[in-house]
């Protein structure tokens, strides 16, 4: 199956990833629960690894959502509002999700560099926290940039219409 857009490749890629990290998950948590209440040896550090794989697998569903457009809209407000009101809104949306998005990714960036270089880790595992940053940092950018593009593709094609 080709796509038409590389946003959309990298998107799709993305989930798919994240789609491995929770499969990933479930089996470590089968595996750990069952050694723990049949063999009575538990995995060790298994609840640190569920919260780095958990946070990087919601940050790499995001692009993806962000690209279907699948977030929460709340249309009860503004189901009323004519078609132009309801364009801007959306518009407006789309902006404050690269904001948003452009933040999340800027600080888990400037978050990766500080546990690099204080050598940051987790208790048990002494799994790297930079790993876990970076994980986040990279699809919210990418998700930041979906955004751009969508409010930047909307504003053109409201352009050509008008015209």
């Known amino acids: 199956m080709m796509f ?5 490749r990298i998107a799709r890629f993305c989930s798919i990833l994240g789609g491995l ?22 995995l060790i550090g298994d609840f640190e690894l569920t919260g780095v794989g958990a946070g990087a697998a919601i940050a790499l569903f995001m692009p993806l959502c ?5 977030n929460i809209i709340v249309d009860f407000f503004t189901a009323k509002c004519s078609e132009a009101t309801n364009f801007k809104l959306d518009r407006l949306g789309d902006l404050f999700m690269t904001l948003i998005f452009f933040l999340l990714a800027w600080r888990c960036g400037a978050a990766a560099i500080n546990a690099k270089e204080t050598l940051g880790a987790s208790m048990l595992l002494g799994f790297p926290d930079w790993i876990v940053f970076t994980s986040m940092c990279i ?11 969508q409010a930047l593709s909307q504003f053109d094609k409201n352009n050509k219409a008008s015209s």
């Open 139 to 149: 699809p919210f950018g990418i998700t930041a940039l979906i955004a751009a593009m």
């Open 21 to 42: 990290v929770m499969t990933s998950l479930m089996l470590m948590t089968c595996y750990s629960l069952i050694g723990r209440n049949f063999f009575d040896s538990a």
């Open 66 to 70: 962000q690209l279907k457009r699948e």
């Open 4 to 8: 038409s857009n590389p946003l959309e």
